[in-house]
């Protein structure tokens, strides 16, 4: 290599640079949150807990001779306190849906992701096994010690009594989530007794393993990489949406100090690096670094960081619920067209499904001609059409029902036109109506079979349906 | 499937599983990237990130490639195969049905046992009645079961076979072939007048007397040996009554005189085999309960 051209400069054997591939798919990081109190966690804790106490005690609830709240799928039947709802009623349920659906929207556009931070069941579920890890394993750091530590007895009893716990709330929550389509007393009984149906020992199990899953061992990732509200809701924000975030003007330049010292004579900010914020957080992420689609809005970070600014005599708020132009030094607009739309609309709807509620009539006819004869014709010359009713008394109580028509002139009803029915009884009536010819204008009339209680005014209903005799 | 389109489509399953497994763990590790987090993607200013999936989606998606290759062992799937379990379609229908049949035969034998007269009261054995006639009986007697053109009323007294329940369950056991000969041939045109106009008399309507008195000889030399010399028929030859003013095929003059003419040769189905003895009990029961 010494003899080669004098303008060239020398190559040299180099070995190459260590470069060994990475896993292209992310090592899940264990999240140690530390625990926090504060404004907003007594907040969730004052909200959570009638939420909590409603979901739990509701089933047990009875109302005269059955449960207050039961789902009876075999039955189709849905019982809500006093009322019964149908399959036909489903409409309603959807409406309900969507009425439930627009409020979280409105509350994105107006708070951010308060149904995350503090209803959301995965969020709820997971601060009660988050609580029961700290009960029986202790604090962040005794948790960190414990999990890289080798096993002992102690270790081994800290983690059994943390995965029991966690097993009896999950198992808690399966079987009243079962027992809303289940009798639950009868459900709890059976299950003592290893008595119960197949199906429900399935579903209860299966309840309590996804709780066990979801709250215990998923966490967050649920929210991050499974659930599509998460995803979509950065469309519902603008400018003005409450956001948990971290006010970089007052903060930075970050950096520690002591607590008697000044932070402008050392050229400091407001924050001073302790990492509190992202130790609470339940997600693992650093709100300092700006608004980020993990974020829950759960404010964990908000009391973290206000407990600080207390300690060092600083104002609070340096993480706050503030809005983007806020930061930017302008004022939020709290009223402005988008949120107005929201409630407008929502007023309406609510007001539309509590109309359709107080005046809905537990009670449905439905009408199926017979096809296979379009008519018949009588002895007399007469046209008979044969009908047969569908009649749902839909009303808990029993009632006795009138038949009749409307719209065919002295058409005649050929058949019992009296009927007694049991509450929740279906009965399937056949009927023929006779008419002379001479008194039909066209081949085909259209005409309603009424139905009424006679003993409830308020219970009537209609269907429309044909009469058809020879061209 | 013929045996090139099994293989194709054999090709096709094992060449894509392979393919896509082969991606997958091709994908699995790669040069690392430097600090750069973003895919390159730019639209309105708004990049892209490159946020790697979590390393459970990777154990996911091996467990659906497990999961197919078990599915595709254990069912049909791959071309012709038919899959370790012998699972096809009908064999599971086949499976339900008996396992229905087996829950409801108990009850049908019960019933089976039970005289019709007792179970025509039984709110249960009407509701199974009620459906069975509704897809059997219902396209000719009608929903209501109050019959049409040449198809009887099930729900009076009058009955051409008979209503006893023994006679019911044979008429719908072994079906019924009714044989009224055309008398056109034999009477001429003015008998069948006469006859007609001597049935109209039967009924309490009004008929030419002369013409009916005569119609009444040809009745008693004809007609007699089946509808009887009063006109009331014979339920054991399903002679119909022809004094009660039902008429199976219309009580108009002309319609009455095209029966005695051309003939009627109404035919009600044999449904032993459709729906077999404890169907039929129910269905009897039904049937009796309409009238009763």
Redesign the interface.
């Known amino acids: 290599m010494s003899e080669s051209n004098p303008e060239q400069i020398d190559l040299q054997e180099v070995a190459p640079a260590e ?1 060994g ?8 990081e264990r999240i140690y949150t530390r625990k926090v109190e504060g404004y907003f966690q007594r907040i969730r804790l004052y909200t959570g807990w009638p939420l909590l106490l409603g979901y739990f005690i509701l089933p047990w609830i009875q109302w005269g001779d059955r449960q207050a709240v039961l789902f009876d799928l075999p039955a189709r039947k849905f019982h809500i306190l006093g009322m019964t709802f149908w399959p036909q009623d489903f409409p309603m349920l959807a409406f309900l849906l969507i009425i439930a659906a627009f409020s979280l929207f409105a509350v994105t556009t107006f708070a951010g992701r308060l149904w995350c931070g503090y209803t959301c069941p995965q969020t709820v579920w997971t601060s009660i096994f988050m609580w029961l890890e700290q009960y029986t394993e202790g604090s962040r750091n005794q948790r960190i010690k414990l999990d890289q530590a080798p096993w002992s007895a102690e270790k081994a009893l800290k983690k059994g009594m943390k995965h029991g716990s966690w097993l009896f709330v999950a198992f808690m929550t399966g079987l009243t989530f079962v027992g809303y389509f289940y009798p639950i007393r009868s459900l709890a009984t059976e299950l003592l007794q290893f008595s119960a149906p197949l199906v429900a020992v399935f579903w209860t199990g299966f309840f309590t393993v996804l709780t066990y899953l979801n709250a215990g061992w998923m966490r967050e ?1 649920v929210c ?2 499974m659930c599509p509200y998460a995803r979509f809701q950065s469309v519902m924000f603008d400018h003005d949406t409450l956001i948990v975030s971290y006010d970089e003007k007052r903060g930075e330049p970050r950096g520690s100090r002591k607590r008697s010292a000044d932070p402008s004579e050392l050229g400091l900010g407001h924050c001073i690096n302790c990492e509190l914020c992202v130790q609470v957080c339940p997600t693992g992420i650093d709100i300092r670094k700006g608004l980020q689609y993990e974020c829950i809005d759960c404010a964990m970070c908000v009391d973290a960081c206000d407990s600080v600014m207390d300690k060092m005599q600083y104002p609070k708020g340096l993480i706050r619920y503030t809005s983007e132009r806020e930061l930017a030094g302008d004022t939020t607009h709290w009223l402005r067209p988008r949120i107005i739309g929201y409630v407008l609309v929502l007023g309406l709807m609510i007001t539309v499904f509590c109309w359709q509620m107080l005046t809905r009539i537990p009670l449905e006819l439905s009408v ?1 001609r ?1 096809r ?2 379009l008519y ?2 009588t ?3 007469a046209i ?1 059409n ?3 009713l569908r009649l749902v008394n839909m009303d808990p109580e029993m009632h006795e029902f009138e038949i009749g028509i409307e719209g065919l002139a002295g058409a005649q009803i ?2 019992e036109t009296e009927y007694t029915l049991n509450g929740g009884e279906v009965r ?1 009536i ?3 109506i006779r008419q002379r010819p001479e008194q039909l204008a066209t081949p085909s009339s259209e005409f309603h079979f009424t139905v009424k209680a006679t003993d409830e005014a308020s219970l009537h209903t209609r269907h429309e349906s044909r009469f058809v005799k020879p061209l | 499937m013929a045996s090139f389109w099994s293989w194709w489509i054999i090709l096709l399953t094992v060449a894509s599983f392979v393919g896509l497994t082969w991606i997958l763990f091709a ?6 990237g430097g600090t750069e987090k973003t895919t390159g993607h730019v639209y309105d200013g708004i990049e892209e990130l490159e ?8 154990a996911m998606f091996v467990i659906t490639m497990v999961f197919g290759v078990a599915y595709l062992a254990l069912y049909p799937g791959l071309g012709n195969f038919e899959g370790l379990l012998n699972w096809t379609q009908e064999n599971q229908y086949e499976r339900d049905v008996a396992k229905a049949d087996e829950v409801h035969r108990e009850m049908r034998d019960r019933y089976l046992a039970m005289p019709v007269e007792e179970i025509a009261a039984n709110p249960e054995v009407i509701r199974m009645g ?1 459906r069975m006639f ?1 897809n059997n009986c ?3 007697h ?8 040449g198809f009887p009323n099930l729900t009076d007294d009058d009955w051409i076979y008979g209503g006893s329940p023994e006679t019911i369950k044979a008429s719908i056991t072994q079906g019924r072939r009714a044989a009224m000969p055309a008398w056109g041939s034999v009477i001429g045109d003015q008998g069948v007048s006469e006859v007609t106009a001597h049935l109209l008399t039967l009924n309490g309507r009004e008929a030419d007397e002369s013409l009916a008195s005569a119609g009444a000889k040809t009745f008693a030399t004809y007609c007699v040996d089946c509808h009887g010399p009063e006109g009331h028929g014979n339920p054991a030859l399903g002679a119909p009554n022809l004094t009660n ?3 199976l095929y ?3 003059v002309e319609q009455i005189a095209h029966s005695i003419r051309a003939g009627r040769n109404g035919n009600m189905p044999a449904h032993e085999e459709l729906l077999g003895e404890d169907k039929i009990h129910i269905l009897t029961a039904y049937v009796y309960s309409l009238s009763h």
Do not use: H, M
């Open positions: 470069v591939e990475i896993d292209l798919y992310q090592r899940r990732q991050k990489y199926i017979d296979n004869q018949v014709t002895d007399s010359g008979d044969i009908y047969t050929i058949g399937t056949n009927l023929r | 994908n699995r590790k790669g040069e690392p946020n790697p999936l979590p390393a459970w989606w990777f009620r509704s219902a396209q000719c009608g929903s209501d079961a109050r019959g049409a053109y003013g039902i008429w219309g009580g108009q």
